[in-house]
Structures are given as C-alpha cells and as structure tokens.
C-alpha cells in the first residue's frame, strides 16, 4: 500500500503503464497526476509535505530474501523484517513474513510494511478478478490482505479488509478479496501488509476469475453498509 512519500515512483509507474498503451506522459505530468491524486494543487505542494515528513532509513541490509517478483514498502522499514521465513510453512508452500523488530515506531496514523506488486490488468480488464491467500498473525496489531485497481486519473477500486483483519494470534486463516476490473484500469497492485506490531505471515496467493453472481468485497464493512436511510431522527438506540 503506498503513501504520498511514494509520489516518485508512482510517477514513474504510471508514466511505464500509460507507454505501454501507446500513451505519452513527460516526467513533470506525471508528477502533477500523482499529486492531485493525494489531494494536493500541484507537485511543488506534495513536493514540500514529503519533505516536511520524517524520512526514514532504507530497509535493513540483514533483511531476508525477498521472494522474486516482490518488494517491500511502508512508512518505516527499518522496523521491519520482511521476506521468506526459513522456519514458517502453510502446508508444503514457503510463507513470507512482516515482522516488527522492536525498533521505536514512529508517531504517525499510518505505521506499516507491506510485500506487494503490480501488473498490467491485461486479460483480467472488464472482468470480475479475485485474490486469495493465507494469512496468520503472532501478537499483531492487524494483519491485512489488499488489492487496488488503479486508472489514469486515480484509484478506480480498492480492499485492504479494514474491516476483517487478523488480530493479535492466529493460525492460518483464508483471506479473500473479489473486485470488478473496469475497462480503462491500468494496472492492480495487491499484497499483505502488518501494520504496528507483531508479525504477520502470508502464503499461497492466487489470482483467479470470480463468478459473476460473487459480490465485490469492500473496505468499508458490509455491516455498515444499509439498505435505505436508518434512524434520522436518533429516536431508536443501540443500548
């Protein structure tokens, strides 16, 4: 999951997927893009919020091996320990692990590392896709799968199971997440991700075709989520 302190890279992200659509896009626009997209007037705005945040170290350089395809984010990976667990299996399938590694956490809302990646939505555009995986937690503060479809002027659809996350101890737990991909997606970005402390595991991920009749999941809750407007005039109570 990336933050504004991510606004370079995303540029450049989308700069390689619009080229890929025979889409030109100068460095500078793409800049300008990304940072309307975190709700900024212009680059030189965001440009000044990222210098103002606190820059963190690069990850450890005794980090474990990252599964290929992989790589790591967050807003403190020097906290963190992320990569293959030598030690820690689902089945016979080898688990990457997010692991806080008692470092003080810095004092911002969002204390997080992730293992994710992106593609191109290819085949998978105009469709309904779902994401899968196995998730554990060891004294975790919440432990999260997520996916984000995004397009040329933003997100388009976005799941981090805010409201289903692993907390504290778990054992292998099935995750899933089921999105539609519209037409003009240009690429999708999925992972896991442990936010604050404790560690967090991940095993077997696999993409697949959802069934058209299966609802889309949300980062909002069903729960939360009615039918019609309820309860306007504060006359019922939950007590």
């Given at each position: 999951?990336?933050?504004?302190?991510?606004?370079?890279?995303?540029?450049?992200?989308?700069?390689?997927?619009?080229?890929?659509?025979?889409?030109?896009?100068?460095?500078?626009?793409?800049?300008?893009?990304?940072?309307?997209?975190?709700?900024?007037?212009?680059?030189?705005?965001?440009?000044?919020?990222?210098?103002?945040?606190?820059?963190?170290?690069?990850?450890?350089?005794?980090?474990?091996?990252?599964?290929?395809?992989?790589?790591?984010?967050?807003?403190?990976?020097?906290?963190?320990?992320?990569?293959?667990?030598?030690?820690?299996?689902?089945?016979?399938?080898?688990?990457?692990?997010?692991?806080?590694?008692?470092?003080?956490?810095?004092?911002?809302?969002?204390?997080?590392?992730?293992?994710?990646?992106?593609?191109?939505?290819?085949?998978?555009?105009?469709?309904?896709?779902?994401?899968?995986?196995?998730?554990?937690?060891?004294?975790?503060?919440?432990?999260q799968m997520w996916m984000r479809i995004d397009?040329?002027?933003?997100?388009?659809k976005f799941d981090n199971m805010m409201y289903?996350?692993?907390?504290?101890?778990?054992?292998?737990?099935?995750?899933?997440?089921?999105?539609?991909?519209?037409?003009?997606?240009?690429?999708?970005?999925?992972?896991?991700?442990?936010?604050?402390?404790?560690?967090?595991?991940?095993?077997?991920?696999?993409?697949?075709?959802?069934?058209?009749?299966?609802?889309?999941?949300?980062?909002?809750?069903?729960?939360?989520?009615?039918?019609?407007?309820?309860?306007?005039?504060?006359?019922?109570?939950?007590?």
């Amino acid at each position: 999951m990336r933050t504004f302190l991510d606004a370079k890279l995303m540029a450049k992200t989308l700069r390689d997927l619009l080229a890929q659509k025979d889409h030109s896009l100068s460095h500078s626009e793409a800049l300008e893009i990304v940072a309307q997209q975190f709700g900024c007037k212009n680059w030189n705005i965001l440009a000044a919020k990222i210098g103002e945040a606190t820059v963190f170290k690069p990850a450890e350089p005794n980090q474990d091996p990252l599964p290929a395809g992989w790589h790591r984010f967050g807003t403190c990976l020097d906290c963190y320990i992320t990569g293959l667990d030598p030690l820690v299996s689902w089945q016979d399938k080898r688990a990457a692990v997010i692991r806080h590694n008692g470092k003080s956490l810095p004092d911002i809302r969002e204390r997080y590392a992730t293992l994710m990646q992106t593609f191109v939505p290819g085949r998978w555009a105009g469709k309904k896709i779902a994401l899968s995986a196995m998730l554990k937690s060891s004294e975790a503060e919440s432990v999260q799968m997520w996916m984000r479809i995004d397009g040329p002027q933003g997100v388009l659809k976005f799941d981090n199971m805010m409201y289903r996350p692993l907390l504290g101890t778990t054992d292998w737990s099935p995750a899933r997440i089921v999105l539609s991909v519209p037409p003009e997606a240009i690429s999708i970005s999925f992972g896991f991700f442990l936010a604050g402390t404790g560690a967090a595991w991940a095993s077997n991920f696999a993409i697949s075709e959802a069934v058209a009749t299966e609802s889309e999941t949300t980062s909002t809750g069903d729960a939360m989520i009615h039918s019609a407007p309820l309860n306007l005039d504060f006359s019922e109570t939950t007590g």
